[in-house]
């Protein structure tokens, strides 16, 4: 299973596609996708998908993991950065890759197995069970890493599927949950519980 892993961003998308089978992993490649502050959002947007195209046509890899986004203080670097993580994903759609997204607490636990794991700790268990020479840089780029590592070890037990699953209640009635024991802000919604209409006296 090939595994492209993703770091969304503006400034810097990193990147990185392992091969796992067998519960061994070999490096494919990796790096970061860079775009100029001084270049028109549209531009930087489309920079990041043609090289990001150009990394998927040289590695195909069958899925896509992406760590989910998580609101920046600063309203308009996360709304900037929100449109780069929409194009990434809507080209990877568009590219036949599967797409998985994961939080960054369970990515630590997968790739550590602690789920508040700094990222010294992070760095150095990619570093490890990837048998890199040395540590990835930028830091977006080891963080790619860490999430492709992370579905090549929830994929195999199933636990991708079950943190990117969506189950649909009756009716169209859903609601969104965070299990802190079990999905650690993934985005699941599961069926609402209905309202009994008690009748009064």
């Excluded at 892993?5 to 490649?29: C, H, M, N, Q, R």
């Excluded at 992070?122 to 780029?141: F, H, R, S, Y």
Aim: hydrophobic residues 40%; contains cysteine.
């Amino acid at each position: 299973m090939i595994i492209l892993g993703i770091d969304p961003g503006i400034a810097i998308v990193g990147w990185g596609v392992i091969s796992y089978e067998g519960g061994s992993f070999k490096t494919l490649g990796y790096g970061a996708i860079r775009t100029d502050s001084g270049m028109a959002v549209e531009d930087r947007l489309a920079s990041i998908y043609r090289e990001l195209s150009q990394i998927i046509e040289k590695y195909r890899p069958v899925c896509m993991s992406v760590e989910e986004l998580f609101w920046n203080t600063n309203q308009k670097t996360g709304i900037v950065v929100a449109e780069a993580r929409g194009v990434i994903i809507c080209l990877a759609r568009m590219m036949g890759l599967k797409i998985f997204e994961y939080t960054p607490l369970q990515v630590k636990q997968a790739v550590t197995g602690y789920g508040r794991a700094d990222k010294k700790q992070m760095e150095m268990m990619v570093t490890t069970l990837l048998n890199l020479a040395e540590t990835p840089k930028p830091d977006d780029t080891a963080d790619a890493l860490a999430i492709a590592v992370c579905h090549a070890h929830s994929g195999a037990s199933g636990l991708g599927a079950y943190y990117n699953k969506t189950v649909t209640a009756g009716k169209g009635v859903t609601r969104r949950i965070t299990d802190p024991r079990i999905l650690n802000g993934t985005n699941i919604v599961i069926p609402a519980k209905k309202k009994t209409n008690v009748k009064k006296d």
